[in-house]
């Protein structure tokens, strides 16, 4: 059974920094996928970065909207997946969830939220002054 925690939100300030972390566990860690998703009150979640790892190979994916400021990266010896955000702006305030699908994603697929079965609770970041 997959089980996915989120931490580290918090409150920043406009064009602060926060990492997030997503422990994971019950992976097949020599193949899967997670990805990262934001939901904002009254607006639909809205994915923002993937990571495919089959074997030796990683394949990183990014929304449009934050390829430029955030990264996702991975520590294998800690089972855990990270969302680096660097300026950061109050439009990023929301709840943001790691998610891992059934198998492996590629191409466009990975921003489809209906395809990821297992989430985390969530971890609030508000970007505020």
């Known amino acids: 059974q997959v089980q996915l925690v989120e931490s580290g939100g918090g409150k920043v300030q406009p064009g602060g920094s926060l990492r997030l972390s997503c422990a994971a566990s019950g992976l097949t860690l020599s193949r899967y996928t997670i990805a990262w998703f934001r939901q904002a009150p009254g607006k639909e979640r809205e994915a923002l970065a993937a990571?495919?790892?089959?074997?030796?190979?990683?394949?990183?994916f990014y929304a449009d909207s934050v390829k430029d400021r955030f990264s996702i990266s991975r520590d294998n010896a800690e089972n855990t997946v990270y969302l680096q955000m660097n300026n950061l702006e109050p439009e990023d305030t929301a709840v943001y969830y790691c998610?891992?699908?059934?198998?492996?994603?590629?191409?466009?697929?990975?921003?489809?939220?209906?395809?990821?079965?297992?989430w985390g609770q969530g971890t609030q970041v508000i970007v505020s002054s």
């Open positions: 998610a891992s699908p059934e198998g492996v994603l590629f191409g466009t697929l990975w921003s489809e939220s209906s395809r990821y079965g297992n």
């Open positions: 990571m495919s790892i089959t074997g030796p190979s990683t394949t990183r």
